[in-house]
């Protein structure tokens, strides 16, 4: 069983910029890992469905919903393979969410429990 904390959510005013961080518990892009396995961000404002903001897999190949694309960054720690970033700028208040940090390791699915994200003036 994978464990996933997120942190660094909270409140920032248009334009402004957060980054949030992923932890997991057990090692998702080690070297002799499957290469299917991937870590990624989701998030669910309030009344709409869960959907897919960036995702970076093993081979640091990244994919970005339209929205984010330009503002929005996901990256790897290369000193601990466990950790993702989401760098977001140019916040708007429409990436008002929680979000998710998810993992597929091994053919599983494990999810966190989000942080949320507040974009208001």
């Known amino acids: 069983q994978v464990r996933l904390v997120e942190s660094g959510g909270g409140l920032v005013q248009p334009g402004g910029s957060l980054r949030l961080s992923c932890a997991a518990s057990?090692?998702?892009?080690?070297?002799?890992?499957?290469?299917?396995?991937?870590m990624g961000w989701y998030r669910q404002a309030p009344g709409k469905q869960r959907e897919l903001v960036a995702v970076?897999?093993?081979?640091?190949?990244?994919?970005y919903t339209d929205s984010v694309k330009g503002r929005f960054t996901i990256s790897r720690d290369n000193a601990n393979e466990n950790t993702v970033y989401l760098q977001m700028n140019s916040l708007k208040p429409e990436d008002t969410a929680v979000y998710y940090c998810s993992a597929r390791r091994n053919g599983m699915v494990y999810w966190g429990k989000g942080t949320l994200v507040t974009v208001s003036s």
């Open positions: 970076i897999t093993r081979g640091d190949n990244t994919h």
């Open positions: 057990e090692s998702i892009f080690s070297t002799f890992s499957s290469s299917s396995n991937a």
